[in-house]
């Protein structure tokens, strides 16, 4: 049965697909090797996964302001993930999101999505509702 | 977004497609942040460093670039942030021409749009220091939590499409850290010894942002028992702007905001403190400790170096040799630079067997396809936000004190 989390209006279009999960923060300059398209930063609890396409939950973002060009760079070689949720975010990856038109959504009103979201959940993000639907949770 | 007649015409298309694109993004950034409205500002601070631009970002500058003159130029003075190489030094350090290719075409976009390229981190140094309530667009997070706290201007972390747009229109939504209420302090932090290196600072300005751990944070610190000058609280704020992605920090006495911890917290009951120990220090340093390995490259950087630092750096080298085996490099401003070549730092330094990069700041310049080019994996540094960065590009980082470093350097060991 589906799940619905509502969160705070985010930027970019409704997208469908599965979660990577992790109680960690991400910068895209800090924690990727936006080459292969991995987490690269070792201390990362994704480390040595592929983001490619994947709904990514996690903490909040970190570190510098580079990230802001880099989602769209990414998404230009199709080696971006699918939509960032977060706790809550920083401006730097709002503004990023913006740029490249990536679904985006944070401050969610039932608590931290990555204690609401399993990697694996198959999700609609809707940014423009404000809302998440968890599509497979029995 | 409330808008102004001047910004419903932007929007419109009136002040042609760059100005449209500006303030279209900005109102996606400031409607997520719940902006009731623009707020102008004086300065705008661009990051646009080739690696992170990308081919297809710097394409997408070129094409801004080719808009109709008086349609495409910025309106504010706009600055940007350090390159993605110094066409100086990028042979030495096994950069390659296509990358200098791109910094090129890059750099001519941003002169064709009216940008200075100023190419600095330190530019509350070295350019036009903030003012009191002055509200900036500033896009470094080091830039950011200075001239927010040590100076009392507002700004956000504007990435360098946003900043760019803020030049292009000349304001920005308010949001975050201009609005007053926003840097009402959240957190407090005592701290219980007194830094020394410039290292030390950085790592307190790392420990308090790992701690605070978000944006929307405000540390209060107090406990420091001595004036700290302004290459300290830049270390310390970068690598708190690094760890934390903090953009305001308040020293009650010392910054414009807070004569007393009161008025830090703008009148609220301040939280229980977090200590900030000497063993919490010692256990920052041995986090990333490394005794008795290879050094493959030394760097000074993160943020660029002050002349002063210039001039310790070029001290400390002074009749010594860098080994053979281990690179040392010295990132600033090309003003430092410049001043550097004329008081003779560059040469003392150089001539010890170092490389003095202008315009860069290391991370921000291919740190990767640098370690793969020249073996690097084992880096030495005195700055707490370079060891919290260069992880995620496959190096080994060390934290050491300025002399610490210069001694590994001469010795192509960690100590």
């Given amino acids: ?138 | 977004m409330k808008l102004t007649a001047d910004e419903q015409a932007m929007l419109s298309g009136e002040a042609g497609p760059a100005r449209q694109w500006a303030i279209e993004h900005q109102i996606a950034v400031g409607d997520y942040f719940d902006a009731a409205d623009f707020v102008p500002v004086s300065q705008a601070h661009i990051m646009a460093d080739t690696e992170s631009l990308g081919p297809s970002g710097v394409a997408w500058l070129e094409t801004l670039a080719g808009q109709l003159e008086g349609q495409r130029g910025v309106v504010i003075p706009t600055i940007t942030d350090p390159r993605g190489l110094d066409l100086e030094t990028y042979r030495r350090l096994g950069q390659t021409d296509a990358m200098a290719d791109l910094e090129v075409r890059a750099s001519n976009a941003f002169q064709a749009l009216g940008v200075m390229m100023t190419n600095t981190c330190i530019n509350y140094q070295t350019v036009l220091p903030a003012v009191r309530g002055e509200h900036l667009a500033m896009g470094d997070t080091g830039v950011t939590i200075y001239v927010n706290s040590v100076m009392g201007a507002h700004s956000n972390f504007e990435g360098g499409p946003s900043a760019l747009a803020a030049g292009l229109t000349g304001r920005t939504p308010r949001y975050g850290y201009h609005l007053k209420e926003r840097r009402k302090g959240t957190q407090h932090f005592e701290v219980g010894f007194t830094p020394r290196d410039l290292a030390d600072w950085g790592a307190l300005g790392g420990i308090i942002g790992r701690a605070a751990n978000g944006y929307w944070e405000v540390p209060v610190i107090t406990g420091l028992d001595c004036n700290p000058d302004s290459d300290q609280l830049k270390h310390m704020g970068a690598a708190m702007a690094s760890f934390g992605s903090t953009a305001l920090f308040h020293v009650p006495g010392l910054t414009p905001e807070a004569a007393t911890l009161a008025e830090a917290f703008q009148g609220a009951r301040s939280p229980k403190p977090f200590a900030v120990g000497a063993a919490e220090l010692e256990q920052f340093y041995g986090s990333y400790a490394q005794p008795g390995e290879k050094v493959d490259v030394v760097v000074f950087a993160a943020p660029q170096l002050s002349i002063i630092e210039l001039q310790h750096v070029a001290s400390l080298l002074d009749g010594r040799h860098v080994h053979k085996d281990t690179t040392l490099i010295v990132a600033t401003s090309p003003e430092n630079k410049s001043a550097a070549d004329r008081m003779g730092f560059t040469a003392r330094i150089e001539g010890a067997g170092g490389i003095v990069a202008s315009g860069v700041c290391f991370y921000q310049s291919y740190a990767r396809e640098m370690a793969e080019a020249n073996g690097w994996h084992r880096l030495l540094t005195n700055s707490a936000k370079l060891i919290n960065i260069i992880g995620g590009y496959g190096y080994q980082p060390s934290l050491a004190s300025t002399e610490a470093c210069v001694e590994g350097a001469i010795a192509g060991r960690m100590r």
């Fill in chain 1, 1 to 138: 049965m589906p799940v619905e989390l509502k969160c705070h209006k985010g930027i970019g279009p409704t997208v469908t697909g599965e979660a990577l999960v992790a109680e960690d923060n991400f910068s895209a300059r800090y924690d990727l090797n936006r080459l292969e398209g991995t987490f690269s930063r070792p201390a990362h609890k994704l480390h040595g996964l592929s983001y490619v396409g994947r709904i990514l939950v996690l903490e909040t973002a970190k570190g510098g302001v580079a990230s802001a060009w880099m989602l769209r760079e990414m998404a230009e070689r199709g080696m971006g993930p699918l939509a960032i949720l977060f706790n809550d975010t920083n401006t730097i990856l709002a503004q990023g999101a913006a740029f490249a038109n990536l679904a985006m959504v944070d401050r969610f009103e039932k608590g931290r999505p990555t204690r609401l979201i399993r990697t694996g959940d198959r999700l609609r993000v809707a940014p423009a509702e404000g809302r998440v639907t968890i599509l497979d949770r029995d």
